[in-house]
């Protein structure tokens, strides 16, 4: 799962860098979005975070995300952050609940 995004100067949160909220929550989404992708409806139950460098407004940044396990009751994924040039900047590890289908 990858996405692309440029991070505009409102979500900063120290002059020209974005705030690690808006980061974590960027990680959080893509690593859903790769359990998703694959029909496994989840939550987050754990997530960790590496900031590798500060991450600037107003520049493209490139988005993975991906399923690393899956149990019956929990899977986990990992997620990274990059600049258009491929620099990592955040690294991220995640466990999930599953959750029941609907009926």
Known sequence: MHSEFTPPARYQG????????????????????????????????????????????GERLLIYGRTTEERRKHATTEGWLTTATGAKLVEATATFFKLPPKS
């Open 14 to 57: 120290y002059g020209g860098v974005v705030h690690g909220g808006i980061l974590a929550t960027l990680m959080d989404e893509i690593m859903a979005h790769s359990l998703w992708q694959r029909g496994i409806a989840a939550v987050t139950a754990k997530m960790s975070l590496r900031y590798r460098e500060p991450v600037p407004v």
